[in-house]
């Protein structure tokens, strides 16, 4: 079965510090990973897409994706109360058929103390 | 450009029911998905529209369909509603399998 693990949390980190999120994936022929923010209530925002091995950088975000080891991961430098939500980790897998649509993980809840 | 909108905000069905759920699309995007967000969890896919006809479907009954138009908005149907049907349905729009943009969602309460 297809699967997206992360770590439900909740992860506590200091307000300046680096925040550090966690996915694995089981599809090994998975090609496109994306990072969602959800706020209690509100629906998925888009924060990070990312298709080849290794970092990109958007502001205070970085992807990194490591297909040999199934792993992607999230940094959020100088970590922001504002940044306090639940991080969805996404993948596109892909059948005989085409393309799934976005598997999820059941995200991480991200605290950032003041 | 005009974000993805979805209506109605909040819905609450009794069970048995009938419900459809309604999507429009981010403005150059030609691809709808639907997902089923639990709460606690991460969204299910449901199945994608691509040029009005499913493109793909998740681990869901046939109870579950959906509609594109020609102006690439979308339906999302659900019948004979069950009470785990309660949740966030999730709209999201994009080129192809490009990114996903999500809308606001529908609340649907199945009682």
């Known amino acids: 079965q297809k699967e997206v693990e992360q770590n439900s949390g909740p992860l506590s980190v200091p307000e300046g510090a680096i925040a550090s999120l966690n996915c694995t994936y089981s599809d090994r022929v998975s090609q496109s990973f994306f990072w969602y923010r959800q706020y209690s209530g509100k629906s998925p925002e888009l924060i990070m897409s990312?298709?080849?091995?290794g970092d990109k950088e958007d502001g205070r975000f970085t992807a990194q994706l490591n297909k040999a080891s199934q792993y992607v991961s999230l940094l959020i430098r100088d970590s922001q109360p504002s940044d306090s939500a639940t991080y969805l980790c996404?993948?596109?897998?892909?059948?005989?058929?085409?393309?799934?649509?976005?598997?999820f993980g059941k995200g991480t809840h991200l605290i950032i103390q003041p | 450009e005009t974000g993805v909108t979805q209506s109605p905000t909040h819905l609450i069905k009794t069970r048995g029911q009938q419900v459809t759920l309604r999507c429009s699309s981010q403005s150059g995007h030609n691809t709808v998905s639907w997902y089923q967000q639990a709460l606690g969890q991460g969204p299910q896919f449901i199945f994608q529209y691509y040029r009005e006809e499913e493109n793909g479907r998740g681990n869901f009954p046939p109870r579950f369909s959906g509609l594109q138009f020609p102006n690439y908005s979308s339906e999302l149907n659900v019948n004979a509603l069950e009470l785990d049907d309660s949740a966030l349905y999730l709209c999201a729009s994009s080129f192809s399998l490009g990114e996903q943009y999500f809308g606001p969602g529908t609340r649907l309460t199945v009682t």
């Open positions: 996404a993948v596109i897998m892909y059948s005989g058929g085409g393309a799934d649509g976005l598997t």
């Open positions: 990312i298709y080849s091995n």
